[in-house]
């Protein structure tokens, strides 16, 4: 099976922008005074947490799992190798710190939006998004691509440091096409759309799949996570 992580996450589910798209969690991460008290409890996890209470920690744990785990039958269902197992046991005292480092940078970072389904009209391509939202204030500008592939080795439009969220293009002929958005503030950190799309490698962040049909109408590919 091999040593593999056990999380698909990246982009926007990494930091306080995985919670952004909840209503609650939003109203309360766009209050001020609400992140200075996250960032309290934050320091204070992060100073009982230390590299070197987990690495104790790890190790008292590992003394009472590990032996069952080298033996039948927990064995047969143990996905590591025995040096994974000490890889994993390493690197677990690391993580806190990891993740502390993720989370402020998710801070400078401008917030996750959706990007609407793309309409045809008056004989036009339409395709709006969400605003972003930047938790100091500073202007976003968007970048936006349009492309036949969802690598985008095929870019049929591009438009860089657009200020309002919607554009209006040529119809392009019938098809697939991919759509992608990213979000950067004035201090040059950029941020994803939350929609993605799913390959054999992975998800696609900041981007949607669409179709335009013979008609000119137009298609989106739906894909639910199960």
């Known amino acids: 099976m091999g040593f593999e992580k056990n999380t698909n996450r990246g982009s926007w589910e990494v930091g306080v922008s995985n919670y952004w798209g909840n209503i609650l969690f939003q109203r309360c991460l766009k209050s001020d005074a609400f992140r200075e008290k996250l960032d309290q409890v934050i320091?204070?996890?992060?100073?009982?947490?230390?590299?070197?209470?987990?690495?104790?920690?790890?190790?008292?744990?590992?003394?009472?799992?590990?032996?069952?785990?080298?033996?039948?039958?927990?064995?047969?269902?143990?996905?590591?190798?025995?040096?994974?197992?000490?890889?994993?046991?390493?690197?677990?005292?690391?993580?806190?710190?990891?993740?502390?480092?993720?989370?402020?940078?998710?801070?400078?970072?401008?917030?996750?939006?959706?990007?609407?389904?793309?309409?045809?009209?008056?004989?036009?391509?339409?395709?709006?998004?969400?605003?972003?939202?930047?938790?100091?204030?500073?202007d976003i500008t968007y970048s936006v691509?349009?492309?036949?592939?969802?690598?985008?080795?095929?870019?049929?439009?591009?438009?860089e440091q657009t200020l309002i969220p919607e554009i209006l293009v040529d119809i392009p002929d019938p098809g697939q096409y991919f759509v992608r958005i990213r979000a950067t503030n004035e201090s040059g950190k950029t941020q994803d759309a939350f929609d993605y799309y799913v390959t054999n490698t992975g998800k696609q962040y900041g981007m949607i799949c669409f179709y335009i049909n013979e008609d000119h109408t137009v298609g989106v590919d739906a894909y639910e996570e199960e």
């Open 43 to 138: 320091e204070e996890l992060r100073r009982y947490l230390s590299e070197e209470r987990l690495e104790e920690m790890v190790e008292q744990y590992a003394g009472v799992v590990q032996p069952y785990v080298e033996k039948m039958p927990d064995q047969l269902n143990e996905p590591l190798t025995p040096e994974e197992y000490e890889q994993v046991k390493a690197g677990l005292p690391k993580e806190v710190e990891q993740n502390y480092e993720m989370y402020r940078e998710s801070l400078e970072k401008p917030m996750p939006f959706y990007i609407g389904r793309p309409v045809t009209e008056n004989g036009k391509l339409k395709i709006n998004w969400d605003a972003s939202y930047d938790f100091d204030a500073e």
């Open 145 to 159: 691509e349009i492309a036949r592939d969802y690598q985008f080795t095929q870019v049929i439009y591009k438009e």
